[in-house]
């Protein structure tokens, strides 16, 4: 077939290039296109502008293949720019400290996406997983997307009208049959790896802690206690139901009785008088060693063992999902090949495709796994089969999911963040909200030389006893972005809301026509021209306003930058609810704040 003149367009002005080669790998990097192009271009694009990669159709219609951001420019004979596609937006985000509590995996990554980046949550895929608790620590997206793609068969992927898709890997089958030698031609041979058989896996995980009580009636005179197992962690000793004060010898005060940890003993300050019920409550460990195998594997090609070492698998179940795991997905030879097609076949990363080799007796579904299209040589080189992976990126696999067990499990409340700056940075904080205490003293004269007003102790100054007053003094925003959660009302103008702002659940609620109106979220800090509010609102219909003066509201659109008619020294936002109904914004988020 005849390829197409490529051109790289931006601003509505298509320019030639030369060549390209555009690169799809799925989950393990982002979607790529190295493009090179006359230099004479040089002062025209620069990194992060927004770029489309097409040609024209029949109809002369400039056809968008790929769009995406420049994040690399070179110059010397030729311009060279690498594009990416806009799923590489998620990895250049700010970072995210936030706590989801009984949230599907779905409705995470809806999340972050919408509230972090510019993109579109188009996805209707569901993974039917619901994680009790799941931290984002000072992570990327990108970061945090990944941590829950080790623990799934599932990919991530975006289109060119910068829509986000999370959804099973292979769920999409093509149906495009690749038929070697008519449509298809290969470019490797089909390879059956052993050295990624594993059929006999056993893990060796950190020491299980189990709790357990003995009971003891013991004889006239008894002291001391003897346990099945060593004594770690907390000991708890009841004689006749009653609990007994424990503690360690030649320590200050008393107690009743002593542990001897190595030699599994429990020791008592006085003997028992041969009646009693002792019931001893403790912890133990026991190693964590657990086996499986793949006994249809083992029978087809002999044993292929591997023992993985990782201390943080806490648990038996833990290990044993885990060398399951390993038997279940690499107890077969992996079956893989690269294939040329024909450049416009369309078949693409993540679906499932039939693949038919009648020379090699092959017949059968495989993921592709990575796409190449080169121009203007015009090929289309596709990775059929399974990633590669070897032990080490398995043992890889293993800690960033026990990582992620242990993340959705954390029982803190309050996430610390830490910063490293060279010695050379100087840092400097911008003060937030600050409130100054004031005292009018409009009263008639001052305390000095007055017998009347000059009382210490009496709360006079002038003709009446006043009381401190608050006033905001300054604010400022880090970054200059204002972030609204409705965690506290500090923020809240009582003078102006209608509405509930519900601390305990953050969240801000409607009634039919109630209003949300704020304090100053910047003041005293500039001139503010221009602003953008993004605001998260979970139902109902509301409208937004800023003011910049606090005086004169004007109506903004979400995510749009608006220029004040009124620039002026006191930001604040207004939402009025106006479907006649009830509603609820969970966020308001303000940025670039100039």
Sequence with gaps: MTIKQYYLKMGGVEYDIHEFSLKSEGNSSVDTVELKMSRTQDSIFDIGDDVSLGYHNDSDVFVAEFNGDITSKESHMELSLVIESYGGRINRTEYVTEIHEDKTLEFIVESIITNY????????????????????????????????????????????????????????????????????????????????????????????????????????????????????????????????????????????????????????????????EVIIYYEYEIPIVVTARNEASISSYGTFPKKITDTTIKTVSDARKVAKKIVGVYGNPTTSGTVNVSWDED??????????????????????????????????????????????????????????????????????????????????????????????????????????????????????????????KFVSNYNNIMYERFNFTMYDDLSGTTATWNTSGQVCNFLSGQVAQSESVDYANGTIVDATLTPTTVSGTIAYEMTADGTNWQTVLSGVKTTFTNPGTDLRWRATELSGVTAQISQIKITEIH
Excluded: H
């Design 347 to 472: 078949v693409n990363v993540g679906e499932l495709v039939q693949v038919i080799d009648s020379f090699n007796s092959i017949n059968q579904s495989f993921v592709i796994i990575s796409s190449t299209k080169t121009y203007p040589a015009g090929q289309k080189e596709l990775s059929l089969g399974v990633e590669a992976v070897d032990l080490l990126s398995v043992n890889k696999d293993i800690n960033d999911r026990i990582k992620r067990l242990e993340d959705k499990q954390d029982n803190s409340d309050v996430i610390q963040k830490y910063m490293t700056f060279n010695e050379n940075i100087k840092v400097s904080i911008r003060n937030g909200r600050l409130r100054v205490r004031t005292r009018d003293i409009s009263g008639d004269i001052m305390i000095w030389d007055n017998l009347d007003y000059g009382d210490w102790g009496t709360q006079k100054w002038g003709t009446i006893a006043q009381l401190p007053e608050y006033s905001v």
């Design 117 to 276: 980046t510019s993109l579109t949550y188009a996805s209707t895929a569901t993974t039917g997983i619901t994680l009790d608790r799941f931290v984002i620590n000072n992570e990327t997206v990108g970061e945090a997307i990944t941590r829950i793609l080790k623990d799934l068969d599932w990919q991530i992927r975006t289109d060119n009208d910068k829509n986000f898709y999370f959804e099973p890997k292979g769920e999409t089958a093509s149906s495009v049959v690749l038929t070697v030698g008519t449509n298809a031609f290969m470019q490797s041979n089909w390879q059956k790896n052993p050295s990624r058989l594993t059929n006999s896996c056993t893990v060796v995980g950190d020491k299980a802690r189990f709790n357990t009580n003995q009971t003891f009636s013991p004889a006239v005179d008894v002291t001391t206690f003897t346990v099945t197992y060593k004594i770690v962690g907390n000991v708890r000793v009841t004689v006749d139901a009653t609990e007994k004060t424990g503690g360690e010898t030649g320590a200050i005060g008393t107690f009743d009785y002593s542990i001897d940890r190595e030699q599994k003993k429990i020791i008592f300050e006085s003997a028992m008088a041969g009646t009693e």
